[in-house]
């Protein structure tokens, strides 16, 4: 028997190497962590344009109905940094964030610098509504999670002290490489320190990721794990949020719930009228009528109705940069208080023309470089070229 083992089986181990590969592999388990972090209140993209037309809360949520069965068995996790500022606005983005997130069913999220700007009242009646999962390190939530996923066994924590043996490890942070790199214990660290890194880090065993900024791609690592729950191998990509992912329609329906609160939160139109400092373009044409022409025929004189189309025209983030001086004294307020200051006027580039008609001999703001950049910026207008766009909007 043993000589037969020694003679037969040998050689035919020798000869059939994959297959005894196989079979060790045989046992490994595949396993998708799908990751987000760093959202920073970006629910949707503007749409400004198609350059950073990427992500926002109903492509993901459509991505993942759509290929649930492929990426399954998942866990979906968000590291943190998911709000904006609190502000009356950000507490409206937060909401519908935490309802996008239910819809997804996100196995756990991370409550960490942003959302810790938050009181606690605030979100103590929404969690229970969206049933959201949390873990923080403020007092009032769990630090760690378990999540039971087929046969795995995942530990998820915000505290670097909290992994478990025997179980997949994940922490969730938004400190900086430099101070996460040390650390001992953990399979996985997803951070939302709005750093990038196209490919994970690896230090001490350890797989680091980092969500990408304002959740323009969806993370997927894949990992293969043996029996011992231990990870063999992993695969990384990011998957795209373009124009080209269907959306889920009850994301959308919330984001559109969103649209109209915001819209609401413009009630408020005594204070606006006061003030005149912006006269608007009907002004401005009495006496420069020719320089009325050549604006409408560019792009800006239809900037408002673009939001229109959108259903965006009430957004006060996005008005800030499709209107004549909202947000100052006198200049833009809503559609319906200040109708004469749609769209980016003649103030927008030449500063308020109030004290110009008391003085037309006194010069108005100068019109050089900087005052483009208010609003065409980096992720508004990637494509943006000082002496090409001046062309195309100069009065002929
Ligand atoms: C920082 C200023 C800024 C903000 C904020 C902003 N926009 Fe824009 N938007 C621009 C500029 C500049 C362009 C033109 C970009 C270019 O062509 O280079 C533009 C273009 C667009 C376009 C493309 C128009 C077309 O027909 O191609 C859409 C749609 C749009 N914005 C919607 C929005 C929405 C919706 C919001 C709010 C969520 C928003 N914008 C917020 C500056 C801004
Ligand atoms: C108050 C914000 C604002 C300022 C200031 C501003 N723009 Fe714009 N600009 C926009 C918006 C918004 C759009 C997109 C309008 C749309 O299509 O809805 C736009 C579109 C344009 C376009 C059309 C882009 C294209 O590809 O056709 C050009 C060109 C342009 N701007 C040039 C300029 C230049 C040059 C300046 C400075 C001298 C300037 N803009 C200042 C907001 C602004
Ligand atoms: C996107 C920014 C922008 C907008 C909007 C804009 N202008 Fe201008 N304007 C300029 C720039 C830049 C110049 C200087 C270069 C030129 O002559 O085209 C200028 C020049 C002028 C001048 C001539 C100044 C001179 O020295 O002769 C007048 C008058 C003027 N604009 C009026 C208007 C009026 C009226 C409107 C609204 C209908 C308007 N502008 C809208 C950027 C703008
Ligand atoms: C009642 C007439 C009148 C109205 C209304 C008026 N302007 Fe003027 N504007 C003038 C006169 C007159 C000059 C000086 C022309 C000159 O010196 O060649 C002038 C000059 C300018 C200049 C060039 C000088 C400079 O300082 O840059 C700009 C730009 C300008 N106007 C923009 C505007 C804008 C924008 C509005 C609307 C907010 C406006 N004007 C409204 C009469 C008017």
Not at 6 to 15: A, E, K
Not at 54 to 77: C, D, W
Not at 152 to 165: E, G, H, I, L, R
Not at 190 to 213: D, R
Request: charged share 25%; net charge positive; hydrophobic share 35%.
């Amino acid at each position: 028997m043993r000589f037969f083992a020694l003679y037969v089986l040998m050689p035919l181990i020798m000869l059939f190497p994959p297959v005894i590969h196989g079979q060790a592999y045989g046992q490994t388990r595949t396993l998708n962590i799908l990751y987000t972090g760093g959202v920073n209140g970006e629910l949707e993209p503007c749409g400004c344009s198609p350059k950073t037309d990427f992500g926002g809360v109903a492509r993901r949520a459509g991505y993942l109905a759509e290929h649930r069965k492929t990426l399954s068995p998942y866990i979906l996790i968000d590291a943190g940094n998911f709000f904006d500022k609190d502000t009356p606005q950000g507490r409206l983005k937060a909401e519908a964030m935490l309802k996008a997130f239910s819809i997804m069913k996100y196995d756990t999220v991370a409550f960490l610098k942003m959302e810790k700007e938050f009181p606690y009242s605030f979100f103590s009646g929404l969690l229970k509504k969206y049933k959201i999962p949390v873990i923080s390190d403020m007092p009032q939530y769990r630090q760690s999670i378990s999540i039971k996923r087929n046969a795995f066994d995942v530990n998820v924590s915000v505290t670097p002290m909290n992994y478990q043996k025997g179980k997949l490890n994940i922490l969730l942070s938004d400190q900086p490489i430099s101070e996460i790199k040390h650390l001992k214990g953990w399979d996985i660290i997803i951070l939302s320190s709005g750093e990038i890194f196209e490919e994970p880090l690896k230090a001490n065993g350890t797989i680091i990721v980092s969500g990408y900024p304002k959740g323009e791609r969806l993370g997927i690592l894949t990992l293969q794990i043996d029996s011992g729950g231990e990870v063999l191998e992993f695969k990384h990509r990011w998957q795209s949020l373009g124009k080209d992912i269907k959306e889920d329609i009850n994301v959308r329906k919330a984001l559109k719930e969103y649209d109209a609160m915001v819209a609401g939160l413009l009630k408020d139109n005594s204070k606006p009228l006061a003030e005149i400092s912006y006269l608007g373009v009907s002004k401005c044409g009495e006496c420069h009528q020719p320089f009325v022409e050549s604006w409408k025929k560019t792009r800006h004189a239809g900037a408002f109705h673009t939001l229109e189309r959108v259903g965006k025209s009430a957004d006060p983030e996005c008005i800030k940069c499709h209107t004549a001086g909202f947000g100052e004294k006198g200049g833009f307020y809503s559609a319906k208080t200040t109708p004469r200051l749609t769209n980016v006027q003649c103030e927008a580039c030449h500063g308020p023309g109030r004290e110009h008609l008391l003085d037309f001999s006194k010069p108005m703001q100068p019109v050089a470089e900087y005052v483009c950049l208010k609003c065409h910026t980096k992720s508004a207008s990637p494509d943006f070229n000082y002496p090409v766009y001046l062309e195309k909007i100069k009065h002929k």
